[in-house]
């Protein structure tokens, strides 16, 4: 579920995890708890070239019996946009159909219920369909409106969602925002509706997979909470993304980069700053170690007053907010800032950072 291959790697995990193992006093493993992060939603939507979508949905489509398969209206994996971006849908050395019995397998000792795997395939399935869905465009009163083209798709997906179909129709075409007073409904153009087509099925995937680790967590966990936590002595492992910079830069890498930021700077804390001070405290006679404090940079990026990311943010829920606006913004009231590159010229969407690692351009689309 949260695995796929990469350029780089046939079995890549696109999500940060911190892994805490409990023992007891004579070193016996009594449980385990894992919390994930930033998982890389956008690879449900689009893949790069000769990547591929998480594992679990070719697993599937190679694993499921043939009545399972009719019963979730499913075709072969080349059938699928949300599949085929990348140009890949089969990975040398893996087996899909044998994995999807070791997934079943695993889900059984994790006391996954019958009807638990079932809802689960149920919501995978409708994220395929989903994909396959497209937009007509229309003009009402001047504006720019979308209908859902009528096709098989739409109506299962909406029948494995089990909502009306009219009701998935108008919040896939219309957006509603409140103002001051009341709500707001506006119709979307067709390249809207399709953003927010993928923007609902990324959080869809998101929250499955949270609902995953979370039963995951109630497997592993439970012999820790009949008795006090402290009563165990435990090991952490921290195994998230490492620094990224790439052709093309989204606001995924500019989370990824952040959480990288506020590691290192809690490392600088603890390392450098804390341990001088007690040092000084202590009046021990040492030569002070010069280190990169990187606080500027997450300063520019999440405390100072308007900050990048709380002008994303705010940008985000104007009615009028758009890439341009939102890049006018930043450069506007950054432009002066060492740690921020502003944009060249009116034609150009990138800003750049100069990170603790190395300076990452980002594209405000």
């Known amino acids: 579920f949260g695995n796929a291959k990469t350029i780089r790697n046939d079995n890549s995990s696109r999500f940060g995890k911190y892994l805490e193992i409990f023992f007891s006093d004579d070193g016996v493993i009594q449980g385990a708890r894992v919390e994930q992060y930033l998982l890389e939603k956008s690879r449900v939507c689009h893949q790069a070239l000769e990547e591929r979508n998480y594992h679990v949905f070719y697993c599937m489509l190679a694993g499921i019996t043939a009545e399972e398969k009719k019963t979730l209206s499913l075709k072969d994996a080349k059938e699928y946009k949300f ?9 040398d050395g893996r087996d899909d159909a044998e994995d999807y019995q070791r997934i079943q397998s695993a889900m059984k000792i994790l006391t996954f219920s019958g009807s638990q795997c079932q809802e689960i395939l149920k919501l995978l399935a409708a994220i395929l369909h989903l994909g396959n869905v497209c937009f007509q465009a229309n003009t009402e009163n001047n504006l720019e409106t979308s209908d859902v083209s009528k096709s098989e798709h739409f109506s299962m997906a909406a029948s494995l969602l089990e909502v009306h179909k009219s009701s998935l129709a108008t919040s896939l075409t219309h957006r509603s925002f409140m103002t001051n007073r009341e709500r707001v409904t506006k119709p979307l153009s067709s390249e809207q509706a399709s953003d927010c087509r993928d923007a609902f099925v990324k959080a869809i995937y998101n929250k499955l ?18 008795s ?66 990187n606080q500027d940079i997450l300063d520019v990026l999440a405390v100072k007053p308007c900050n990048l990311l709380s002008l994303i943010d705010e940008e985000s829920h104007f009615p009028k907010g758009s890439d341009f606006t939102m890049l006018d913004k930043m450069n506007s009231l950054h432009h002066q800032n060492q740690n921020y590159i502003a944009s060249k010229s009116k034609h150009d969407t990138d800003f750049g950072i100069r990170h603790f690692a190395g300076v990452v351009y980002y594209d405000s689309k």
């Open 209 to 226: 997979f949270i609902w995953i680790v979370g039963k995951i967590n109630s497997v592993i966990h439970k012999r820790l909470a009949r």
């Open 228 to 293: 006090p936590k402290s009563a165990f002595l435990s090991i952490g492992l921290l195994d998230i993304f490492g620094f990224e910079n790439f052709d093309t830069n989204s606001f995924e890498q500019l989370c990824i980069n952040f959480a990288n930021e506020k590691l290192q700077q809690f490392f600088v804390a603890h390392i450098f700053k804390l341990e001088q001070k007690e040092y000084l405290k202590e009046d021990i006679v040492w030569n002070n170690i010069k280190f990169s404090d």
């Open 83 to 91: 599949l085929t971006k990348g140009g890949c849908i089969t990975c």
